[in-house]
Structure formats: structure tokens, C-alpha cells
């Protein structure tokens, strides 16, 4: 089956996939606006983003044709709806490896997202060395005559998981995978373990550095004080 007839296949009429399409792309503006919600708010408190970006996006009538028919399933919205949780993805892009678990607690303690699913290939990375937390979010969307509810796939990872993610999936699906070298798919899964080091380091760094940084405010609010006393 060619992209025109998957096209038209996982379509249905073009009216009933606009329909779905708004309501995908609803629920990706509302699970963004609610991690830049509370990015803001870390910035306030903590004068600091665990946030470094946020991406998203709506699967095409094609790929959606194409994961149905790898599962057996029937080319329809309904069956689309109904089987697939990746329709609408977000991906949070984080600065450490706590800020990722950070964001998924703070999203899991809102009372209107329900978590279908959790899948952390941080702690178990994948068979290919992908590391990121997935959560399959079940969102209500409110339209003006009622409320559906859509379930879409949240990736949080760190930029370092981005960074590798990013050029494994442009090597693996973009290059010709016939002619890859032999070894690449060992040197790939190398590089994701290279990388987790250098993530876990800098996190380590990063908090080294706080520490030490509280523990001088801690001793200069100590002089202050006892200079206070002495006057």
C-alpha cells in the first residue's frame, strides 16, 4: 500500500478527520501549556528552568496507517482512537536526569491527567540504548458542547538523551539500512552508554556546585549574624 492510499484509507471523510485531528492537536496545546506552566513557576520559586524545551506533534494520516497495519488493525479513526496512544506526542526536553523525574511527578499529581502508562527506559534503557521516560497521559479536552478525553504520549528526557535519540533515528530510519556498516548498531548502543556517563556526571557537577554554593551563603549569613551580635 502507497502514502495515497494509506492516506485515503486512515482518513475516512475529511470532515471526521479534521475533527480528530483538532482534538489531537487540543490536547498537545493543553500538555504543553501546562509544562511551560510550570517551568514559569520553578523559575519564580528556584530561579532556575528544569525545562530547556518543549516539542510536539500530531501523527500523519500515513504514519498512522502504517503502525495500524503493523498491528493488524483496521484503517479507521475509531480504530486509530481507540488503539493508538501516540497520536499526539509531546516531548519535554530537560537540563538533568532529576529535572525529568521532577516534571513527571509534578504532571502525575494533577487531578484532571490520568497516567495509562509508564515506560522508563532511563532507568532500563531500551535494546538499542534509548533512554527517556514515557508517560501515556489520558487528557480531557473541553470543546464547546462537551468534554473528550484523549490519551497522548509525553517523552521527558535530558538534553544528552535528546542529543543521542535525535542522530540514532537518523541513522537507523533515515539512512539505507542495507548498506549500513557492519558494527554500527554496537557502536550506537556504545555511544548511548558513553553519553548516560557524561549525563550523570554533569548532573553529579551540577549539584556539587549548589552545594557548595548554599554552604557559603549558609557560612556568610553565619558571619553576618555573629557580627550583629558584637556591635
Not at 532500563?124 to 478525553?149: A, C, K, M, Q, W
Not at 517523552?155 to 538523551?161: D, E, F, K, Y
Request: aromatic residues 8%; contains cysteine.
Amino acid at each position: 500500500m502507497n502514502d495515497i492510499e494509506k492516506k485515503t484509507a486512515i482518513y475516512g471523510t475529511a470532515h471526521e478527520f479534521l475533527v480528530m485531528r483538532n482534538l489531537y492537536n487540543s490536547a498537545v496545546k493543553q500538555l504543553t501549556l501546562k509544562c511551560e506552566i510550570l517551568n514559569n513557576e520553578f523559575n519564580v520559586l528556584y530561579a532556575r528552568n528544569p525545562i530547556h524545551h518543549i516539542e510536539s506533534r500530531v501523527k500523519s494520516p500515513e504514519s498512522l496507517a502504517t503502525k495500524l497495519m503493523k498491528k493488524n488493525l483496521p484503517l479507521t479513526i475509531e480504530s486509530a482512537m481507540e488503539n493508538v496512544n501516540d497520536i499526539a506526542g509531546v516531548r519535554v526536553v530537560c537540563h538533568y536526569i532529576d529535572d525529568v523525574y521532577s516534571v513527571a511527578e509534578m504532571l502525575e499529581r494533577q487531578a484532571d491527567l490520568e497516567i495509562v502508562k509508564r515506560q522508563d527506559y532511563i532507568k532500563t534503557p531500551n535494546y538499542n540504548g534509548y533512554r527517556s521516560l514515557h508517560l501515556d497521559i489520558r487528557t480531557p479536552v473541553y470543546l464547546s458542547d462537551r468534554t473528550e478525553f484523549v490519551i497522548a504520549e509525553v517523552q521527558i528526557r535530558t538534553i544528552a538523551m535528546d542529543f543521542w535519540a535525535s542522530l540514532e533515528h537518523d541513522i537507523r530510519y533515515k539512512a539505507d539500512k542495507s548498506a549500513l556498516p557492519e558494527g554500527i548498531n554496537e557502536e550506537m548502543h556504545e555511544c548511548a552508554d558513553k553519553i548516560a556517563e557524561i549525563d550523570r556526571q554533569m548532573q553529579d557537577m551540577y549539584k556539587r556546585i549548589k552545594a557548595s554554593e548554599k554552604k557559603a551563603e549558609e557560612e556568610r549569613k553565619a558571619q553576618e549574624l555573629k557580627w550583629e551580635k558584637l556591635k
